[in-house]
């Protein structure tokens, strides 16, 4: 199914690294949304190295550690030199609840890269810091994940969360290059784009940009979203009526958004879940078709109002919204 165009790499932000446009979002390797089996995994996994994806996402709280242990499982049988991908962890989240302490985020790190099979992480990211003390982020999580990264055992730090204001509080209070990455989710897709304000501030602060969730977290898709997911009933039934409308032109709503997320390039990459082969199949082809025919305008405008009366609505999120 591969045409003869490449998926994109983009550069993130000053780190050097540069990263495949459709990112590996490894959530569902912890069958957040539904089991997935190891061979499935694997093959995943497999398929998306093979086609051009480099950036493998995931994090301890992912399945309560199951996601970094299938990710581990499955890079470890692509059997190629560890440069030629990028892992990102995360840390301050479990199973068990918030913990940004130093003491143990620096733990963290060593289960993380045992659970992962690796003696580094590219880029190691406090997980959703809204749930904790931005204070304490700045003035002790953060001087701890850079004594991680004098180890060697992180290459790049960044942050991640919901609330678009954490991400200037922090930015604001550390010194320039201390964050090297930013990871925002469900804020760059076509019901909700507000991350697009920040874009500006972000690139000011030369900080790499990671978008994830195009589809939402399954609010885009036709099966439709999890049990669990926090959208308010309107929100969801909004997206499932322009799932179906799709559908009935023959059209793959999934494909619409993520097309929307790939279309900005200041955001390096867009992260997006994925458990089977056909997915990876789906979400590469509708790259390289962004790249060689272009989007589908006239769908994605009816698409676009239909969601209007939901545009940037937004669930709760966190101890403090900034
Ligand atoms: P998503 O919007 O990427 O949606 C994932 C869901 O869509 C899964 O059920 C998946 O199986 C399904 N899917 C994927 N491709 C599809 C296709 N072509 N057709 C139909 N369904 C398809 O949401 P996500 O997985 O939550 O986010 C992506 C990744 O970003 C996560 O796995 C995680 O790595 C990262 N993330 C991080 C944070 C954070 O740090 N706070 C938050 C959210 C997501």
Known sequence: MMAATPLEHRPLGNTGLKLSCVGFGASPLGNVFGVVSESDAIATVRRAFSLGINFFDTSPYYGATLSEKMLGKALKALGVPRNEYIVSTKCGRYKEGFDFSAERVTRSIDESLERLQLDYVDILQCHDIEFGSLDQIVTETIPALLKLKEAGKVKFIGITGLPLGIFSYVLDRVPPGTVDVILSYCHYGINDSTLEDLL??????????????????????????????????????????????????????????????????????????????????????????????????KTLSEIEGILKPVKNQIWPSGIQQS
């Open 200 to 297: 500006p501030y972000l690139k000011s602060k030369g900080v790499g940009i990671i978008s994830a969730s195009p589809l939402a977290m399954g609010l885009l898709t036709e099966s439709g979203p999890p049990e669990w997911h926090p959208a308010p009933p309107e929100l969801k039934a909004a997206c499932q009526a322009a799932a179906a409308y799709c559908k009935e032109k023959g059209k793959n709503v999934s494909k619409l958004a993520m097309q929307y997320s790939l279309s900005n390039k200041d955001i390096s990459t867009i992260l997006v879940g994925m458990n089977s082969v056909k997915q990876v199949d789906e979400n590469v082809a509708a790259a390289i078709e962004l790249a060689t025919v272009g989007k589908d305008e």
